[in-house]
């Protein structure tokens, strides 16, 4: 039976709920969400107050999210409130109202611990070491400085998008809003004394209005991935994409696409702070986190239970070991050809020119190749590559997600180049060719354990002039490994251009 922990996080424009599910395997993953439009903060910015009409829209968001708790039976909750109810005068009245009315009891974070949760959220979700995090929310912008993937200065300013639109709206002039904006933001910028110290660096962005910048650059470029995180923008898209929002009328902001009708209103003046972010430090690219708080905040609570650093020592092998326990993957056998594939690779290095990276992706492909037999055993290879197209591995680039899907897909079969033709605009030309020979090093692996008990021991080649020679080492005779292998000779001799042997 899955353990089911809520993280709702009340921020200034909308309101979001998470239902993560922990298995028996401790395997986690997002069970359920939500999330509400309710703009609690619409208002703040003339007296510190929280307004009727916002209230009742949070209320009205939170009656269904307890519904939806109740109804997944979560065992625990967290409740976090940000900026609006961290600045509001009432914050005490709205506070006993949640928790008289809808049963919730909220905790409402600091600054400091906002930027803190941002932080973990994307320091467990992307492999970088320096960067600078922005995060835009409806009533604060919190800034990271990241070195060495410590946290090692953070600053949450009073000012989201909300309550950017708000304040610079008064001015009727949409050209002298935007400059008014900016040169306001630049002022806040200059009195940050750490802040320069990140120059040159990459940000990180946050949040739906930076959410929406990639999803407008990416409609445009018609890039065909979905998964938004880790997806890179220059500093040359995002002034393109920007320099769209401030020259289209603000009524047909909407029409643009990747622009939600209900975001549009604070697209202009809300995409400020990271574009004068940016500028300042003179980043060189942005790329964008779709986790942050709420997943920051699930993770230092699995961490602690599991009594482990709140920081995963290396994401890539965590998001792994995670894909492992969620799809219960026979981890004895992934090991052992992960094992296998690593000799294989070594072993024939004078016949190919694959690179560190290229083992790497191998090593992902052995572990998670048979991913797809928790949907079932006919065709694991096709749904194991369909799960990998359309879920998260943490520290894979995009292209490198489709690298390994391409190969889990070809641990089986190879004839699947077709059901990649829609990323073809977007990888390198020789992609097809190269990993469907580095995927015959996986192909071979996985027959070499063919019976999941592990046999081989150890295994060494020897390349001749016409054949590759295998010698295996086991404590018994590895009859099945080794006729399984022999299935795939042909395929090691068309793209290696040798006979196989192997013997024992």
């Given amino acids: 039976m899955d353990d089911k922990i809520a993280v709702i996080d009340l921020g200034s424009n909308s309101v979001r709920l998470n239902i993560y599910g922990i298995n028996e395997l401790g395997g986690y993953s997002v069970f359920e969400q939500a999330k509400e439009m309710v703009r609690l903060s619409e208002g703040l910015d003339q007296d510190n107050l ?142 940050i004394p750490w802040l320069k110290a990140g120059e040159g660096l990459p940000i990180i962005g946050l949040g739906g209005i930076i959410r929406s910048l990639g999803k407008v650059h990416r409609n445009l470029n018609r890039y065909p991935i979905e998964n938004l995180h880790n997806y890179k923008m220059t500093s040359n898209d995002v002034n393109s994409v920007i320099d769209l929002i401030k020259d289209t009328d603000p009524d047909d902001l909407d029409k643009i696409d990747g622009i939600n009708k209900r975001r549009a209103d604070l697209m202009t003046l809300g995409s400020t702070p990271v574009n004068m972010i940016m500028k300042y430090v003179e980043a060189p690219e942005m790329r964008i986190s779709a986790y942050g708080l709420r997943d920051g905040y699930f993770l230092e609570y699995l961490n602690r239970d599991r009594q482990q650093s709140a920081v995963f020592p290396d994401v890539l092998e965590a998001s792994v070991q995670n894909m492992m326990k969620r799809f219960f993957v026979n981890q004895e056998h992934a090991y052992q050809v992960e094992k296998i594939a690593v000799k294989l690779f070594e072993g024939l290095a004078s016949l190919h020119d694959f690179d560190a990276n290229d083992l790497k992706l191998l090593r992902i492909s052995a572990l998670l190749h048979d991913i797809g037999m928790h949907i079932e055993y006919y065709d694991h290879h096709l749904h194991g590559m369909y799960l990998l197209m359309n879920s998260k591995v943490d520290g894979l680039t995009n292209i490198e997600h489709l690298a390994v899907a391409f190969l889990v897909g070809n641990h089986r079969s190879y004839n699947i180049k077709d059901r990649f033709k829609i990323y073809e605009p977007f990888i390198d030309k020789d992609f097809f060719n190269k990993y469907t020979k580095l995927a015959v090093i996986l192909q071979i692996s996985e027959q070499l354990d063919r019976a999941e008990i592990g046999n081989i021991i150890n295994l060494t080649i020897d390349i001749r002039e016409s054949a590759i020679y295998i010698k295996l080492e086991s404590d018994e005779m590895p009859t099945l490994d080794m006729e399984s292998a022999m299935r795939f000779s042909d395929r090691v001799k068309k793209y290696y251009g040798k006979n196989l042997h192997i013997y024992f």
């Avoid at 708790?69 to 900026?83: E, G, H, R």
């Avoid at 492999?127 to 400085?145: H, P, Q, R, Y």
């Avoid at 946290?151 to 001015?171: A, C, D, N, R, W």
Wanted: charged fraction near 25%; charge should be neutral.
């Fill in 50 to 191: 929280l307004k009727p009409e916002p209230i009742n829209r949070t209320l009205s968001a939170l009656r269904y999210f307890k519904r939806l708790m109740d109804v997944n039976k979560v065992s625990n909750t967290f409740a976090l409130s940000t900026a609006a109810v961290r600045m509001a005068e009432n914050q005490k009245y709205f506070l006993e109202t949640v928790k008289t009315e809808i049963g919730i009891e909220f905790n409402v974070l600091t600054g400091q611990e906002e930027a803190y949760y941002d932080y973990l959220g994307v320091v467990n979700t992307i492999a970088f070491s320096d960067a600078i995090l922005v995060d835009i929310g409806g009533g604060s912008t919190e800034i990271v400085l990241v070195k060495n993937r410590e946290l090692i200065e953070s600053i949450s300013l009073p000012y989201g998008s909300v309550i950017l639109t708000e304040h610079f709206k008064k001015q009727k002039n949409r050209k002298k809003q935007i400059e008014n904006a900016e040169n306001f933001i630049l002022d806040q910028l200059k009195d």
